[in-house]
């Protein structure tokens, strides 16, 4: 069983930063990418941020240069540090796994408020 549990959310404000932390565990022989998205009220999942096992990144333009995705291969856990954050950015991050399969976290909440 494939457990991938997300933390490090909260309420910050305006220009803030957090760092959220997701780490994978259990039965899986290689992971491919490990990912973080976002689903705010009333739009659609998007993804924020991916890093491949070869450390490649991808990012969501809204959020390049204020966002960090980085990863420990030996803990099977990634990370995102989130700087000057913008209300814009609250939602609820997803933490995603690719293996052979896809794996997602409960999700953690992102509040950005004054």
């Known amino acids: 069983q494939v457990q991938v549990v997300e933390s490090g959310g909260g309420l910050v404000q305006p220009g803030g930063s957090l760092r959220l932390s997701c780490a994978a565990s259990?039965?899986?022989?290689?992971?491919?990418?490990m990912g973080w998205y976002r689903q705010a009220p009333g739009k659609q999942r998007e993804l924020v941020a991916v890093?491949?096992?070869?450390?490649?990144?991808n990012y969501a333009d809204s959020v390049k240069g204020r966002f960090t995705i980085s990863r420990d291969n030996a803990k099977n856990t990634v990370y995102l540090q989130m700087n000057s954050l913008t209300p814009e950015d609250t939602a609820v991050y997803y933490c995603?796994?690719?293996?052979?399969?896809?794996?997602w976290g409960q999700g953690t909440q992102v509040t950005v408020s004054s």
């Open positions: 995603n796994l690719h293996t052979v399969r896809e794996y």
């Open positions: 259990g039965s899986f022989f290689r992971i491919y990418a």
């Open positions: 890093i491949t096992s070869v450390g490649s990144t």
